[in-house]
């Protein structure tokens, strides 16, 4: 179980973070109208509010850089909570920005997932 979690949490990952840098609206296919995110203290509800929020982003291009991926059980049957750290290259910015992620994910018919929760941080200091 433990291992199937870790490659569910590792494959969304992979996925979330290649769409994000290369078709952002894409994103909006992994939330449903009940999905929340809170990007830097913001709440922002629904699949179509989120993939908004997205497109708004100061930036057309970025590149993101995994350095861990956490996996856990929730205790929603078949859930999985992920939490990610790592940076984040943006064109004409010398320095990286250092970020931390967590995902819920929750089952979807078909065998697939779709995050119910989303929280995003950049970390300064």
Do not use: W
């Amino acid at each position: 179980m433990e291992e199937q979690v870790e490659l569910v949490g590792r494959a969304f990952v992979d996925h979330y973070y290649q769409l994000f840098d290369t078709d952002r609206a894409a994103l909006s296919s992994l939330y449903q109208p009940t999905s929340m995110l809170t990007f830097e203290g913001q709440k922002v509800l629904g699949a179509h509010a989120i993939s908004e929020k997205f497109m708004q982003l100061p930036f057309d291009k970025c590149q993101h850089h995994i350095s861990t991926i956490d996996s856990q059980p929730s205790s929603t049957s078949g859930g999985i909570v992920v939490f990610v750290s790592g940076s984040l290259a943006l064109p004409g910015e010398e320095h990286q920005l250092r970020f931390g992620q967590m995902f819920h994910l929750i089952p979807s018919t078909g065998g697939s997932f779709f995050v119910q929760n989303d929280m995003f941080r950049l970390n300064y200091g």
